[in-house]
Structure formats: C-alpha cells, structure tokens
C-alpha cells in the first residue's frame, strides 16, 4: 500500500491536476479545502463532489475566518480586478493577494498530517503564473519545511512530514496536459476568483484570464462553464 | 507613539505576562485569542474580559475547529492526566501537546500583523517550563522567523515582522516576578486545562501543578481560586 498524503485542494486547475498526481504515486489521500469566507465559495462545495469523484480517501472542510483580519480583495467586498493584461498581472503583488495564505494552509495540513501519520503534504504552489503572492515561491516552501521539522512531535522523532510542490516550477500549459494524461476532467475544476450565483466563471478575473490563456496555449478546447 | 504589537494572548499566566510586557514598552497593543474547540474553552471568555481590563486598543477571538484533526486530549475527550510528578511531565511530549498549535497560531498572528501593519508579534513561549513541547523551543521561533521573513508581502518589501519571546528562557518564579513588577493581577489569569464549569482550577492537572509550584518558589500566596 502506498503512504499517506494530505492535499491541500481548493477543486482548482492546479491543485486538481496535483491531486492526481498524489494518486498516481499509489498514495492514500486525504484532501483538505478551507472554508476562509473567500468570496467564490461555491468552489468548497465543487471542490467536495470533485475529490468525492476522484475517489480520495477522505475530504475534510476546515472553516477559517480570514474576514477577521480583512485585507484582501478575497475576502472583503472590493472589487475583483478585471480584463487585466498579463503584464499588469505581474508587476508587484495583487489585491487578491491573502495575508499569510498559504502558511495558515500548511499549518493545518501540517496538524492534520500528524494526527494522520501522513508522510507528505502536496500544495499546488506555482512560481511561474505571474500570481506574484511570495509565499508561492521555493525558498518560502524550504523555509516552511525547515520550520515543520522542528514543530510537530512526529518530525521531531524522526518522521518528518515532506511538502510536496510537483508543479512548484511548470508552466500552466505543462501543467494542464500533465493533468490530462492522470484522466483530470477540467470541466470539473473551478478558478474563477468572482463567479455568478450559479458557479460559472466570470471569464475576466486573472484566474480566469491565466486560465484561459493556459488552455489557448496546450492547444486544448477551455472546458469551463462561462457565465 | 509605540508601535503596533500583536499579543497572542490566552489569559494565562504566561501570556498575561507577556501583555503587561508589551503595553509596559508603549506598544498599541492587539490581542489574539483561540476558541480552538479547547475544553478549557472557559479560558476564551476570561481572556477578553482580562484584555479589556488591561486596556488593549483592540482584542479578537479566532475561531478554529482543531477538532476536525483531533490527537491530543484538550480537543478530544481524553482524560487529563492528574497529579503527575514533575519527572513525569519532563518525559517526552505530553498528552496535552496539540499538533501544530503554535505554527497555527502564529500563522494566524502573522495574517493579522500584516493587516495591521504591526511590527511585532508576542507569544508566550517558554523553554524550561518542563512543557516537552517542540514548538515552543528556541530553534522553532527562529525557524518560523525566517519562514515569516519569506512569507509576507510586508516583509518582502523590506518591513518585517518581529517575533518577539520575552519569556522564553525566564523560569516560572522570574515570569510571576516580573509580572508583580508590571502590576498584573495573577488572580484573574487562567491556567487550567480542565476547570469546573464555574471556571476554578482543577489543582491536579500539569498546568495547575507547575503554577501552584511557580507561586511557592516566587514566595507569593497563590491567588488562584480552586474548586
């Protein structure tokens, strides 16, 4: 039997096509969405019945109240940045961007991890989409590791838990056809940063724009449901 | 006028400390509590009643189900051990310890200092307190620094931020000293990890053992009401 992982899974392009690559290792996975009262949180509900179809050993739902502390375009009610050109997209950080995002993520894939004697988290960080967030970045994932092995008892006795970035360094494109070869149906992922009430993408946020631009570029038809 | 500080506060002995620490250098200062799904959930109230006393600019409760991972008998309805030996509480990590705990905590006191912009982060963390717990260690503060330094938008451009241990090598005797010297009302703080539902200590747990023996050594009359 393979090992036990924790994937960190918002039901997205990215970390869908991470998910299948967590099974196609032979790994049980256990999947892990957060409830952050993000804007789009029609994708906690998708992101349930994709890792349920997926087959994934268990999927939990942790609720988070990032609107505490405010300050993202994500969680408040400022609005979403539109019909952005790429080069816009990348210089500096965006509005979406949340405060300490992906280390609140990986903290609790990391208690989740112990409590599981799971091996491995994967986390579907990418460097090269012009997203501009630093914690996508390797040298914060290598810290965040470091930090990890001196945090949790299971580390501490010797069984660290690895973070694993499979697309840490691939190009949307790459990504996608990778994902198409583990059998990811697209159609079932969701991106869009504002979608309508009833779930379709807004086709003009930067995730739906990247996205889009993604499926241009692997010469595959964009499968996504457009409002 | 000080800075902004973020106090992780839980109205216990340490963290009350702690605060009186922070307000007694001018900070501004914002507390953080946890309503972690704790047993002791009777902490939660007691401290935002104490933080008001002491006057912070501003007190929050996160609220945070660690009880959908479970492993440790404050959020799971394991007994708590009672009347141990201070030997036997030094013997490895303790049934108390909560995975990831602090790194959740900090990750959430992090998210809040950027918004803030806050210069520093308190928590009150202490090496010698027979704790057993990895995250609570020196070498863990520093790892999660660095990880921080990496992770915030704040601190990639140039303005991080600090986390500050002002009692981490301070033995229970030299925190209560200090405390008395800053004027904090032990009477009101909370260290119980299994109260009574008026809220009085249990004496028997660890907690309750290492602050009967801190008030002893300090040669200060125990303040605290006992059921």
Not at 11 to 28: H, N, W
Not at 152 to 180: D, F, N, W
Request: charged share 25%; net charge negative; aromatic share 8%.
């Amino acid at each position: 039997m393979g090992k036990k992982s924790v994937v960190l899974f918002s039901g997205g392009l990215d970390s869908t096509t991470v998910l299948a690559m967590a099974q196609s290792r032979g790994d049980e996975v256990y999947t892990l969405t957060f409830d952050y009262g993000q804007r789009h949180s029609v994708e906690v509900e998708r992101a349930g019945r994709l890792a349920k179809e997926m087959g994934v050993k268990n999927h939990k739902v942790a609720h988070i109240d990032l609107r505490i502390f405010g300050g993202s375009s994500l969680t408040d009610d400022l609005e979403v940045a539109k019909h952005r050109k790429t080069e816009e997209m990348a210089s500096g950080i965006p509005l979406t961007y949340v405060p300490a995002r992906n280390t609140i993520f990986l903290s609790y894939a990391l208690a989740y991890a112990e409590v599981l004697e799971a091996d491995f988290i994967y986390i579907g960080v990418n460097a090269l989409d012009y997203s501009g967030y630093p914690d996508c970045r390797p040298e914060y994932i290598q810290a965040f590791q470091t930090m990890a092995d001196l945090a949790i008892k299971r580390a501490v006795e010797g069984r660290r838990v690895q973070i694993e970035t499979p697309i840490l360094m691939m190009s949307k494109k790459e990504i996608i056809l990778a994902g198409l070869k583990l059998g990811v149906d697209y159609g079932k992922t969701h991106s869009c940063y504002d979608p309508d009430p009833e779930g379709r993408a807004c086709g003009g946020c930067d995730s739906c724009l990247l996205r889009k631009k993604a499926f241009e570029e692997a010469g595959i038809p964009d499968p996504t449901p457009y409002a």
